[in-house]
């Protein structure tokens, strides 16, 4: 499969390195200096791109892949208010888009467990819920988009929860996010509830790049030939 990089800082180059493991090969490498070379992406030279970009570069380089036929497996985060206008552009287009927070299949296992834990600890009033996530200190956006994934995935079960705030709250509807950056931390992220009594906590942690590196390749594998948006619930079954 010929796989154009979109975004070619330190996720970029271990994305590149698995892809050529796994038997692929790269048509374009485009960065800041290479920005130029992304009117050349088209499918006759391109199956999927893997964009790991900016913020603000993110839609652009969505855009420009479906209006010429290339699949795209997106990871950048901090610009998703766009992400409806992408999604139904995709389907207009008959492209194919491929979204998530995190492509790392432990995260999206955690993605799941969260949800089912909130279900639970919904019912016991005497605990209060929070969330920490600690990135790196190049990671630009906070809180993460991992972490809002886990905001928005608890409060689809607490009705109690209609907004996450990134700092601490003692307001009863607003759920607490403290984002921490710190060099060299690929991601940890936890969800805490507490009572005077005890603690229960939860706790995803990344040990490198690898992860999402390697579920971003999955994905374009899954991707290629495939028409409409989709996520990693759809990859991988487990919602």
């Known amino acids: 499969m010929k796989i154009a990089l979109i975004g070619y800082g330190k996720m970029g180059k271990t994305i590149e390195r698995i892809a050529l493991e796994r038997g692929h090969t790269i048509s374009y490498k485009i960065d800041v ?3 130029e070379d992304l009117k050349l992406i088209n499918k006759s030279n391109t199956d999927v791109a893997i964009e790991f970009s900016q913020p603000e570069s993110a839609f652009t380089n969505i855009s420009h892949c479906i209006d010429n036929g290339v699949a795209v497996v997106c990871g950048t985060t901090g610009w998703l208010k766009k992400k409806p206008i992408i999604d ?22 955690f993605f799941h467990l969260n949800k089912l834990l909130a279900g639970i600890m919904k019912k016991f009033n005497d605990y209060q ?3 920490e996530e600690i990135h790196h200190t190049e990671k630009l956006d906070a809180p993460s988009g991992t972490a809002i994934t ?10 109690t929860k209609n907004k996450w705030v990134n700092n601490p709250t003692d307001n009863e509807n607003e759920l607490s996010i403290i984002s921490k950056r710190i060099d060299q931390v690929p991601g940890t ?26 579920g971003a390749v999955m994905a374009a594998e899954w991707l290629k ?13 487990i919602n």
């Open 88 to 109: 139904e552009y995709c389907r207009q287009g008959n492209g194919a888009f491929f979204y998530a927070s995190n492509y790392s299949i432990g995260v999206n296992i």
């Open 150 to 159: 886990l905001a928005e995935g608890l409060m689809s079960q607490y009705p």
């Open 225 to 237: 030939g495939r028409t409409g948006v989709f996520g990693m619930n759809d990859m991988l079954k």
């Open 129 to 131: 819920v929070e969330m």
């Open 189 to 214: 992220h936890t969800v805490q509830y507490q009572s005077s009594i005890d603690s229960i906590e939860i706790k995803h942690t990344a040990h490198s790049r690898e992860g999402f590196a390697t």
């Open 33 to 35: 200096h290479s920005k």
